[in-house]
């Protein structure tokens, strides 16, 4: 652990950082407006009422002032704006304290995650840090929850979050956000994709010690968990099968968590099974409860009141954890106070939050995964063609498993009622695969490449027919009020305002105000790299501001291939923007990237161990170093390492030599052998992509 506190910081600072109230909004009308919150309401909306920049202003909107944050690997947090300080979280959990007003730098803590690394299904990031009482709460890569004093960044305390006897406890990783439910602080974690049982726990703010756990799926029959979850997961045991407990069964609740001070409730998104395959993991029978759905929990004891389950028998990594927002709405002629959320699987829901009741659903965007939906129970009818786990077919199926949504933060405008989403339309074919599903690596005993059923030109198909759009959805009516065409797939979280605006980062490296009214674009920003972040916005004497973590990263932006395509080359240098009216501050060029020749050795080794490597490469380094080993360009491209000849290539991966940098040892899950396999399938990919570019020339 490491802590560094600027000079400039000040007394006043800190002291306004303990009094500040920490609730929801602040005044619209008073010199300051706080963004406490993650979702800034107490209701998780992401919309502030601040209308200082609006439609009438938005031309005067310009740079104030950037902190550069010295990595491209990605940025995904929400800064939360308490007492005049920007408190936030960049790639491997660096959190920072910066002055709202002008980018001072206060202090800066690290709490050296980087050999955790191999644990993050998609890149190193955070979805943000909690403030309240004068703590900062983070959660790390490796698994620990950490609290800082917010006026100089030292910690306070450290609880590992992740049991040191679970058999799965390599797989695990936090990325999401800790939430502050009265005096308790509340955490999940991820890993589904390696094999983990989620849970969520909570812990007291003061020090750190758990008060609660709530697993979101059973553990191997006959044994005790002793935990808040034993009598809700007695009740749902029935609603699995076969040996899923080997592989952890999944659930992790890795991002959405909110608290209802109103009625007293914690809400959770769980998400996906571990494995996918549902006929691996369950002998496909049962619902396999409470995967992908929405459960809710007394906060100060973790018991379970409700869940409501959107993919019963997930199988296509269909996460319910996309975020949660609550509003109060008038539905068939009375008030009701509902949830929302527009999960991976395509369809907009909305539940009656004080008991789970189904109210309605409908797809947001092209799916064929359900032939309809239940108006009464919400429970969908699977369409057999996409059980692909009993067909032995593969399935061409919408929404990919990127979803329809993914976790760039919706917004709900109180104002307009509408909720604004940040939605894609990729297909993806789905199809089992047969090898062994492994610990420790990314394993769903799914083909996503449809298992070598996909010609070349109906890959190109579905890549000239992907789309995305930023979505104004009538929750009530469900159905679009207006739909924004956007270049590319994967684009930012969503902050709406007061002054009739909409936020978005996107994947052509810009930041884009937009009228509520129709989506007309009426504002943009050369960002110099894509943004994956919802932008916030605050208010301090009297001048609002605009913030947004700028970074290119996560899931798909990072296995390259498909984005590439039609987003071109994203990364790019990673900053904390922030805009006001009349800002005039510039961003620096950019430092040349380097771009070295492919330029590989001979072809070394047999064909058979390259194919073994090609495998290999599947399963432990496309999540970072890109498909086909072409990288999207925050990781070396290994096509291009200068390591492929000679030792320097196992030293790196079994080594351990460039653990600093983020590339993690994988020391206990690769052999020599086995690395060197990867190498053979990395010299041949690179000799293959050499020979086309010849015969292009
Ligand atoms: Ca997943």
Redesign the pocket.
Known sequence: MSYTVSRTFTALVALSTLLSPNVAGGSVHGATAEWPLHGNTEQATGYSPLDQISRATIRRLGLAWSLDLATDRGQEATPIMVGGVLYTISAYDVVRAVDARNGTLLWRFDPEVRAASARS?CGPVSRGVAVANGRVFLGALDGRLIALDARDGHMLWQTQTIDADNPLVENYSITGAPRVAKDLVIIGNGG??FGARGYVGAYEAATGKLVWRFYTVPGKPGMRDNAASDGALAKIRHSWAGEWWKWGGGGTVWDAIVYDPELDLLYIGT??GSPWNYGRRSNGKGDNLFLSSIVALRPETGEYVWHFQETPGESW?Y?ASQNIILADLDIGGRTRKVLMQAPKNGFFYVLDRATGAFISAAPYVPQNWAKSIDSASGRPTIDPAARFYATGQAHVQRPS?GGGHNWPPMAFSPKTKLVYIPAQDVAMPYAAADEPIVHGAYSSGVAISGGGAMSKAAWQALYADMHAWLIAWDPVKQRAAWKREMAAPFNGGILATGGGLIFQGNAERKLVAYDERNGKPLWSFDAHTGIVAPPITYRLDGVQYIAVMAGWGGGWPLTGGIMALKAGNAVGPNRLLVFRLDGKAALPADPPRPNPPLDPPPIEGSRASADAGDRLYGRYCLRCHGSGAVSAGAYPDLRKTGFLAGPGFQEIVLGGVLVNEGMPRFTGKLSAAEVENIRHYLIRRANEDRAADAEKR
């Open positions: 299904c589904a994709e998400g996906n990594d996460t498993s």
